[in-house]
């Protein structure tokens, strides 16, 4: 990001990135709506307090500024979800659960991190409102699969995590400073008791017999029987992998959680996973856009057509028709070259530049 005319973290999106988005963000949101999700659009900026009432999420990451209006706190969103949780909770109260909704649009954070250096990000998903059992995350995961695999998403990979998991296992000891130590991985700073936590983390389905052995008392039966189903109904294309302390990204995700990564993408490409608005259990994902333009996905053939001054407007409404992108000539300098056209019309025909 070399734009000194903007702050760190933003950035424009030139041709063929920024229709490239578009159709990225098409391509994901149609999955969705091919499964009965229904778009939703909430503002981009609201009261503080409302964007992180509905989930209990921290004001941390928020860019936050005074209305100059009311004189309240605003803030500009991070994650639509939170809004979608509002807008499930009060103006769509009154449906019949669950509700299946989906967003997309920009996201702000206040700072950037090192794996992820911008502030800014596109992010699209679905919410399915009103359940949180083993069938609605099978259907959130399909989709979500689905979706960046019809955004041309290719060698997916699914990291399941238990975000809640120190919650059931109340382990002694302070859990905050536990949470910090299996964030880090730290294997020095955790109970011999936990350690097998860390070690339990990989490929599926061996992960999944570690974390069995380790659950001798039968605590997290449940938990696993439910992520072996889950995993099961992954197409087989799709490496899946278990990492049951792994919490970054997950702040109010309950009995499990998701990434989704590609080899071709850098960084986290979608992440999901169960949570709560107020009592009403809840899943859905997020994918997020920008690693997918930056991997080249979705930047289309650029078939453009010169027509030369004097092509009759049928002859170019036809063309257009017959799926070629013209562009006209307005002025005599102009050409196919400066147009960046790979075609010109010659003798009513187009041929190659
Ligand atoms: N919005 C979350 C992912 C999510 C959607 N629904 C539940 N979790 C994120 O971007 O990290």
């Not at 296992?169 to 109970?191: I, S, T, Y």
Request: hydrophobic share 40%; proline share 6%.
């Amino acid at each position: 990001m070399t734009n000194s005319l903007l702050p760190t973290g933003f950035r424009d999106r030139l041709p063929p990135e920024a229709d490239a988005s578009a159709r990225l963000v098409r391509a994901i949101l149609d999955t969705a709506a091919s499964h009965g999700y229904e778009r939703v659009q909430a503002p981009l900026a609201e009261y503080e307090a409302s964007l992180t009432g509905s989930l209990g999420t921290s004001a941390r990451d928020l860019l936050r500024f005074v209305d100059p209006v009311s004189g309240e706190t605003m803030a500009v969103r991070s994650d639509i979800t939170g809004q979608i949780g509002r807008i499930a909770s009060t103006r769509m109260g009154h449906h019949p659960r669950p509700v299946r909704l989906s967003y997309g649009g920009p996201v702000v954070k206040l700072r950037a991190t090192q794996l992820r250096p911008e502030r800014e990000m596109m992010q699209v998903g679905a919410e399915l409102i009103g359940l949180d059992s083993v069938a609605a995350a099978i259907e959130v995961v399909s989709v979500a699969i689905e979706g960046l695999k019809a955004a041309g998403v290719k060698d997916i990979t699914l990291d399941l995590t238990m975000p809640d998991l120190l919650d059931v296992l109340k382990p002694k000891g302070d859990r905050e400073e536990l949470k910090a130590a299996l964030d880090a991985k730290d294997a020095g700073a955790v109970p011999a008791a936990l350690a097998p936590l860390i070690a339990a983390a990989g490929a599926l389905p061996d992960a999944l017999d570690r974390m069995r052995a380790f659950d001798s008392e039968g605590k997290l039966k449940d938990r696993l029987d439910a992520i072996e189903a889950i995993a099961a109904a992954v197409p087989t294309d799709i490496r899946v992998t278990l990492d049951p302390t792994e919490r970054h990204g997950f702040e109010y995700q309950t009995w499990f959680g998701f990434s989704l990564f590609s080899a071709h993408a850098s960084g986290e490409i979608g992440r999901g996973g169960a949570y709560r608005i107020g009592k009403e259990p809840a899943i859905g994902f997020s994918a997020y856009i920008d690693p997918l333009i930056d991997a080249g996905l979705a930047q289309g053939e650029r078939r453009r057509l010169f027509l030369p001054i004097g092509t009759m407007p049928q002859k170019a409404a036809s063309l257009r028709a017959e799926g070629w992108v013209t562009v006209a000539q307005l002025t005599e300098e102009d050409s196919a070259e400066a147009q960046i056209c790979t075609h010109v019309l010659r003798n009513g025909r187009p041929e190659p530049v």
